[in-house]
């Protein structure tokens, strides 16, 4: 059973950077994809980009100039920096493992979500 | 305003049932990209629900189904409980994106 487990800094303020990390435990940490998903308070889900085991990454063009994801395949972990941050990126970050066919992909399992707050 | 479009709330009552629509385009389900569904229960993380399209993970009661046709989908729920009360996203992927796509999130809520 594969488990994620994510930390990092909880309260952040404006024009810094924000940092988190997640473990993955079980499971086979190179045959995967992993990604970075977002959640503002009371609003919807975002997603911020995915990486795989060799370092490709992908992200929301929106959030493109911002982030950097990264890997440790020693560690079995991923990474999320997000640049510059304003209150508007004040959100519970979540981690996830993608699972791929030919047509598609999604987000299972999930970690546990870090409240990141933004604030002056 | 999300990609995908998602009402913001449902309702039904115990026994009964209900769908959830999400309405895409032709770049994402329209293209025929595959449609997810996710069950967040209050204060945790989202959880698969639906894969491609259809599937049901282990574990997820046949209550629930998954629907695709065109550029929309559904999901729908028999026999609804208390327990299904919980946020509901669809979620896809879009070419013009080049990423994965969320719907805006329907609250259900039994009566």
């Known amino acids: 059973q594969v488990q994620l487990q994510q930390w990092g800094t909880g309260l952040l303020r404006p024009s810094e950077t924000l940092s988190l990390t997640c473990a993955v435990y079980?499971?086979?940490?190179?045959?995967?994809?992993w990604s970075w998903i977002r959640q503002p308070p009371g609003k919807g889900l975002e997603w911020i980009g995915e990486i795989n085991h060799t370092g490709n990454t992908n992200y929301n063009p929106s959030l493109k100039s911002r982030v950097t994801i990264s890997v440790d395949t020693s560690k079995n972990q991923f990474s999320l920096t997000l640049a510059s941050v304003t209150a508007a990126d004040t959100a519970v970050y979540y981690c996830?493992?993608?699972?791929?066919?030919?047509?598609?992909?999604?987000?299972?399992?999930w970690g546990q979500g870090t409240l990141v707050t933004v604030s002056s | 305003q999300s990609v995908l479009t998602q009402p913001p709330s449902v309702s039904g009552a115990p026994g009964q049932r209900v769908t959830i629509s999400c309405t895409g385009s032709s770049s994402n389900i329209g293209a025929g990209y595959d449609i997810h569904w996710y069950q967040q229960l209050p204060g945790t993380a989202p959880k698969v629900l639906i894969y491609?399209?259809?599937n049901r993970p282990s574990g997820v009661p046949d209550r629930f189904s998954g629907s695709k046709s065109g550029t929309s989908a559904s999901l729908a729920i028999t026999g609804l409980q208390a327990e299904d009360e919980a946020d509901y996203y669809c979620?896809?992927?879009?070419?013009?994106?080049?990423?994965?796509?969320f719907g805006g999130g329907t609250k259900l809520t039994v009566l």
């Open positions: 079980g499971g086979s940490f190179s045959r995967h994809h």
């Open positions: 996830a493992r993608i699972t791929f066919t030919l047509t598609t992909k999604w987000f299972d399992p």
């Open positions: 979620q896809s992927y879009d070419s013009s994106l080049s990423g994965s796509v």
């Open positions: 491609g399209n259809t």
